[in-house]
């Protein structure tokens, strides 16, 4: 399911599109849930939908791979978070060191209360490259996104896709029952499963 953070608040994440229930948590690179704009979402057939998720927990193909499900078959994890304190220059050597992409900004007791991304630092890079610290913001909180998508463990990869898409995303965080990130999930990390471990099919 999935779940809109702010700040570290949680609340109902309602989805533009025809889908089972989701959930939402922190970071977005705006004020907005990225997706906010006039573009026609087409509605989904949810028979065929349910008919293909049923299918697909019952078969396997002749290598004996099968269909990737749940997040936490292929989240990143465990997760390396960052505080609102730290500094741009440590959250971009966080990302140079990992080759992160996305980073989840934590509070002391580890509850999800942002994301920060590369784009928000890729505007300081020159900067940040000559330790001209003088010339930024002092903190990751001053550049973060405190509106979040976030999913479960037990979130369908299916489900998290569609999120993904129709609101335009790349990255999110899977958190716990205590809104503490437990791992990453990312576009990447779909497609990979896609051409790696999961039967593909597609239905016109």
Do not use: C
Not at 64 to 88: F, H, N, W, Y
């Amino acid at each position: 399911m999935f779940v809109l953070a702010v700040n570290g608040t949680y609340e109902t994440y309602t989805p533009r599109f025809r889908s089972p229930p989701l959930r939402v948590g922190a970071g977005q690179p705006s004020d907005r849930v990225a997706g906010d704009d006039d573009t026609p979402v087409p509605p989904l057939n949810q028979a065929a939908v349910a008919a293909q998720s049923a299918y697909a927990r019952t078969q396997a193909d002749s290598s004996g791979r099968r269909p990737i499900l749940l997040a936490q078959e292929i989240m990143k994890s465990p997760v390396v978070g960052i505080t609102p304190d730290a500094s741009l220059a440590e959250a971009w050597g966080l990302m140079k060191a990992k080759g992160f992409r996305h980073i989840p900004v934590v509070s002391s007791d580890q509850i999800l209360i942002g994301i920060v991304s590369d784009r928000d630092l890729l505007r300081y890079a020159n900067v940040l490259e000559r330790n001209e610290r003088a010339r930024l913001p002092n903190t990751v909180g001053q550049v973060m996104t405190s509106k979040v998508l976030v999913a479960t463990a037990t979130t369908e990869v299916r489900e998290i896709a569609q999120v993904m898409l129709y609101e335009r995303i790349s990255a999110m965080p899977i958190v716990n029952d205590s809104n503490r990130p437990v791992g990453m999930l990312t576009v990447t990390d779909i497609l990979r499963a896609v051409v790696n471990r999961a039967p593909l099919e597609l239905w016109s």
